[in-house]
């Protein structure tokens, strides 16, 4: 079945150090997004790329950086500089559409990562 | 400043009852509209979406929305709530084609016998 797969499920990350959130989509999707979930806050966007090699920042793009070098893959590293990152980080995917309308975007299951 | 409402944080709705969940934007155009489920510790499941026409629209789980253009809302309902809609709902909006959505802080909906 076609879906975006995120991993790992649960991350810990020290004090100091960078860490990925895989995400990964069979979808042939266009673009991909990253945002992150904090309780009562909605989804706020990090980043987001609507093709290869290209993607911008979003609100709150500060303290992470992206890289999309496959359409399948859109890894995210929080950096050190991340000083609050405990949250829920969420990927999603969606076409980039090419007559009236706008696609939905199709969201992974998550990574929770958390500071030790 | 632009952005999506969703006035209650929690509601709480008994089996079988009627539930209507509030969504309201401040975008001068009208924007993309969509509504999403997420159960705990998961991610975000689609409901339904609005782009254009009839104002009543359908969705999955036997849930429906109604856009008001007056109201600049567009509100989610079901006329029967069943426990296992117990989760939160988020609105989002996209105000151009292909950009990304903006989400309101989403509402989450308990469910009691």
């Known amino acids: 079945d076609g879906g975006i797969t995120q991993s790992p499920k649960y991350l810990f990350r020290k004090e100091g150090q960078n860490v990925t959130l895989s995400c990964e989509q069979n979808l042939n999707h266009d673009a991909m997004y990253w945002y992150r979930q904090d309780p009562g806050q909605g989804l706020r966007l990090i980043y987001y790329?609507?093709?290869?090699?290209?993607?911008q920042k979003g609100d709150i793009a500060e303290g992470y950086s992206v890289s999309r070098e496959k359409k399948e893959s859109f890894p995210l590293t929080v950096t050190s500089a991340q000083k609050n990152p405990t949250a829920f980080y969420l990927c999603a995917s969606s076409i980039r559409y090419r007559g009236s309308g706008h696609q939905p975007q199709h969201f992974g299951d998550g990574t929770r990562l958390s500071i030790l | 400043a632009q952005s999506v409402t969703q006035p209650d944080i929690h509601i709480t709705v008994s089996e079988g009852a009627s539930l209507e969940l509030r969504c309201n934007y401040s975008y001068g155009a009208t924007p993309y509209l969509f509504w999403y489920v997420q159960s705990p510790g998961q991610g975000l499941q689609l409901l339904l979406k609005?782009?254009?026409?009839?104002?009543l629209v359908q969705g999955i789980k036997g849930f429906e929305a109604e856009f008001k253009r007056s109201q600049s809302s567009f509100n989610l309902r079901k006329p029967s709530v069943h426990w296992s809609d117990a989760a939160e709902y988020f609105c989002a909006v996209a105000l151009r084609r292909n950009t990304p959505l903006v989400f309101g802080k989403g509402t989450r909906l308990s469910v009691i016998a």
């Open positions: 609005y782009f254009s026409g009839d104002t």
């Open positions: 790329s609507q093709i290869v090699n290209d993607f």
